[in-house]
């Protein structure tokens, strides 16, 4: 490794590091004392909160990960970027629910369209997304191109989806506080959640797509011009 890329290895991975490290404390600091408070349930029934749980997790994963890339002087493992879709996806699909959906509701309503990303909801909503976004596309170096394993990205968003039907759509046992059944209309209510899978699915794609364009221009592209 030519002394650019060991500066520009360390960039990367150290500047990852202290992402993952910002994102775990920032989420586990703010769910424990409602774990602590046995209230573990009434938070996890909403997507933002079970979401952004989820990126803290696997971004206390994701710190470990960095450690040992940069104590072996190695990319990412296939099971690290697996972990890092894991936890992205999610908080990506609350970001672009609430900008798309759920502050133009707030408007609709009479309120304002920047209450959704006021006090605590700031990092939720907006911080923590665009953290693991620029997480992801900017500062993860895979070893290999990214494959299938994107696809454990959808998993979250899968579970919760048929949470929510089941305890909505089906049992009433929650009220429909994201307002995807415009007044419990079933009907609509599973446009809305195929309408939000195929979204997470167009957006696990196309983060695929970033990465793997990334690695080809830092990783491939040298490699073919050293060849030559």
């Not at 990367?12 to 920032?26: K, P, Q, T």
Request: proline share 3%.
């Amino acid at each position: 490794m030519t002394d650019g890329k060991q500066i520009q290895f360390y960039i990367i991975h150290g500047a990852a590091l202290a992402v993952c490290v910002f994102m775990a404390c920032s989420m586990l600091i703010r769910f424990i004392p409602s774990f602590l408070g046995h209230r573990a349930g009434e938070y996890l029934k909403y997507f933002t909160h079970f979401s952004n749980l989820l990126n803290g997790m696997t971004s206390v994963y994701g710190a470990g990960a960095e450690m040992l890339c940069l104590f072996r002087r190695k990319e990412l493992s296939r099971t690290a970027v697996a972990v890092r879709f894991l936890g992205t996806v999610g908080t990506a699909l609350t970001l672009l629910t609430v900008v798309c959906f759920l502050a133009p509701m707030n408007v609709s309503r009479g309120g304002s369209y920047w209450s959704s990303f006021e006090g605590s909801a700031f990092l939720v909503h907006l911080a923590n997304p665009v953290l693991s976004l620029a997480l992801l596309l900017f500062l993860t170096s895979p070893a290999r191109r990214v494959g299938p394993e994107a696809a454990v990205g959808l998993l979250p968003v899968i579970f919760y989806g048929c949470q929510y039907a089941w305890k909505v759509m089906i049992r009433y046992v929650w009220a429909d506080f994201y307002g995807f059944t415009f007044g419990y209309r079933k009907g609509i209510g599973w446009f809305s959640l195929l309408v939000l899978l195929l979204v997470a699915v167009g957006m696990t794609v196309a983060l695929r797509i970033i990465v793997n364009d990334r690695w080809n221009r830092m990783f491939h592209t040298k490699k073919g011009r050293s060849e030559e």
